[in-house]
C-alpha cells in the first residue's frame, strides 16, 4: 500500500483493528501531499467501501481508472 500512497505524492495514515471474530479491518486516511501539504478540510468525509472479494486497494491502485487518477485521490 505505501507504494501505492508514494505514487500520488500522498501523506497518509492507516488504522487497523482485530474484531472480535478476528476479522482484520484496515483505514487509511489521506491527510495531505507531500508536494502542497496538508489538505484543507472544508468538505465532510467521504468513506469508500469496496465490494465483495476485492480489497481496499482498488480505491488507490494507478490501474485500471479511466481517467488515471484513482478516485481516493
Known amino acids: ?3 501505492m500512497f508514494a ?3 500522498t501523506i497518509w ?3 487497523e ?3 472480535e471474530d478476528l476479522y482484520r479491518l484496515i483505514n487509511f486516511r489521506i491527510t495531505g501531499f507531500t508536494d502542497t501539504g ?6 465532510p468525509p467521504v468513506l469508500l467501501i469496496n465490494g465483495m ?3 481496499g486497494e482498488y ?3 494507478p490501474d485500471g481508472h ?5 478516485l481516493a485521490i
Open 1 to 3: 500500500m505505501a507504494e
Open 7 to 9: 505514487t500520488y505524492n
Open 13 to 15: 495514515e492507516s488504522h
Open 17 to 19: 483493528v482485530i474484531t
Open 38 to 43: 496538508p489538505v484543507k478540510i472544508t468538505k
Open 53 to 55: 472479494l476485492t480489497n
Open 59 to 61: 480505491w488507490i491502485s
Open 66 to 70: 479511466p481517467y488515471g487518477t484513482p
